[in-house]
């Protein structure tokens, strides 16, 4: 679909209104999971339970903003919600082209992943127990790791609820972060020019407030998505590449460690 969305007639974001919009849900997701997350695992809920019960509250009410926004802006505008949803079809040379530039950040992230015991000894960071393992970057190879310690008070193997639980999250989660911060904040930064998307990318990371010690790499991954997008000016490769990096292959590894 060739779209009609142009970025620089949606209303552009000051300085002070992207702060807002970065560190609004940011603040919400912070009290999500180091208040109320902490307070159910210490009543007994397993972490495996407790935190995609908390995030999936969080991510449907950041989706369901995102989408509230651009639906409003697609009616001021005159065009559809796939539209300014950025949902505009590329070429096969242009999907070689972005799929190329994502594998590549994706293996600058792992690189940059061996770093993060000793940014976050530097940092004075730490992983809280009350998250889950898969976010804890010291458990280098889950399927050796001690089950009780993968998945305290809720035993692992066999246990295949956890799958459409955990899904669920991962799905509200790629969502919300691509209809709000990629779809619906990087158009409305075009008036910075190229700063637009490195702003977007900076500040996408940092909104990981809640987990800071995966910053060095969520900084390089946010900064290839949100080139990505603003060079393709569609949602589509940023998008299925969060599918298959963040959904199925985390999908796969859970399922894999339930089979056992």
Known sequence: MNSTFEWQKTRQLSIAQLLMAVFIPSGVAYIGFHIVLPRLVENGLPVLIAWPSVASVMLLGLVAAAIIFLQREANGMGIRLRERLCWKSLSWK??????????????????????????????????????????????????????????????????????????????????????????????????????????????????????????????VVSLCFAYVFYRSKSILPSLTGHLIGNFLLSILGILLLIIG
């Open 94 to 219: 242009e999907w070689g082209v972005y799929i190329g530039i994502m594998l590549l950040a994706i293996a600058a992230s792992q690189g940059v992943q061996g770093l993060i015991p000793a940014y976050m000894k530097l940092v004075g960071l730490s992983v809280p127990e009350y998250m889950p393992f898969f976010l804890n970057p010291t458990i280098t190879n889950p399927m050796n790791a001690d089950p009780s310690v993968l998945s305290p008070g809720l035993p692992l193997q066999g246990n295949y609820g956890l799958l459409p639980l955990i899904g669920i999250t991962l799905l509200l989660n790629i969502l919300a972060e691509e209809f709000y911060f990629r779809a619906w904040m990087l158009p409305k930064l075009s008036k910075y020019g190229n700063w637009g998307w490195i702003m977007n990318g900076i500040f996408f990371a940092l909104y990981h407030t809640f987990q800071l010690w995966l910053l060095p790499v969520l900084l």
